[in-house]
């Protein structure tokens, strides 16, 4: 492996993008990812028994993954902040801090409210780290494959979901949930820490080459550097609308899109074992539900390269309603199975794809504060929707009602996405017919 400098000052020199040394920087991010973000997916699995132990609703059982993904969101605000001014590996090695800190806090906490801030912990100083600063740092390291880089370092985030809840699982059974918690604490902070220290080098602080990226519609190459002029493309007034607003709509978009995927991200372990076939069978399908969201991602990032990031979104949203409508009259063990392999392959694209749409319509130099705000708004839909679908629960006695919250939130977000679709269209077709005026 090679080795990398000392200095966390000095950026990298543009020399190494696209390099063997980018391609190792890029293994190590995504062991960083799957050990950073085992909190997110690790309190499904226990949401049952957390629920038994302290005696509450599933409204307030689901309180600590509403309290991480809200401060995950914000952490990753302060994180990126962080990573910009100090380099990334001083952020990862307080995120992995926070990682075991918290895991250790929730498996010796008496209450539900101590678990909760256990896990807000984890999403603020621990998770956070693993996120957005590594998604920006994967961008700068690569030009011609940067789709496909970016698609695999978000990738770890669903490695994580398909890997720790068997394993917790397993533990819960096994030893039980606090030691199990305890355990999981040291090993991914311990893990963490030592990835840290391969992180050392700053990344090229450098315009991407535009002739270095294979010409596609819509694609990396409109993504790296401003469009030429017979695109027409005017990145100051994104979609023909003021910046703020369209910031605004993407934003609510994305809250829009994650209420509606945390149902089942959330809930199913305790969908399962209320219908009878336990809390394995349901960690199980969360497993199969998020590797196939890896397999998703993976082919998602090379669709948004062709076909660029907004129709890309389009099908993602659209296919992710589809997937939770198939929820509602389908409660078989093996249907069951079946319908969490398709909504992880549906879904998985969709929050990368808000991430590619800003690099392609929003100014460059703003195109990192703007990400971070995007993916914050889907981290809070996240949350919102994992509470809410508790609490739906809690009022009705079933998650059907739940489901066809999600299919309406969904809604919602296929309806901004496809006016913001038609305003390209339209845009494209004025430029036309003046081309076609002036020639």
Known sequence: MPSTPASTSTAAP?????SPQAAWRLLITLGLVVLGNSSMYVVSVVLPAVQAEFGVGRADAS??????????????LWTGRMADRHGLMPVLCVGAVGVCGGFVWAGLSGSIWGFGLAHGLMGLIGASATFAPLLADTALWWNRRRGIAVAICASGNYIAGALWPPIVQHGIEAIGWRHTYVLMGLVCGAGMLLLALRMRQRAP?????????????GGAAAAAAPAPASVALDRSRPFGLRPLHAQLLL???????????????????????????????????LSLMLACGIVSRLVSGVICDRIGGVRTLLLGSALQGVGLALFLPFDGLVPLYVISAMFGLFQGGIVPAYAIIIREYFALQEAGARVGAVIMATLIGMALGGWMSGWIFDVTGSYQAAFIN???????NLSIVGWLYWRIRHQRGVVGRVQVSAG
Do not use: K
Request: charged share 5%; glycine share 12%; with cysteine.
């Open 14 to 18: 543009a020399s190494l993008i696209d």
């Open 63 to 76: 309180l600590p993954y509403t309290l991480m993904m809200v401060c995950l969101g914000i952490g990753g």
């Open 205 to 217: 602080m450098v315009l991407l080459d535009v002739s270095a990226v294979p010409a596609s519609p």
């Open 251 to 285: 934003c609510v978009a994305g809250v829009a899109c994650c209420v509606a995927m945390a149902m089942p991200q959330v809930h199913i372990v305790a969908y399962c074992t209320d219908l009878g076939f336990g809390a394995a069978r349901g960690a199980e399908m």
């Open 406 to 412: 999600g299919m309406g939130w969904n809604l919602l």
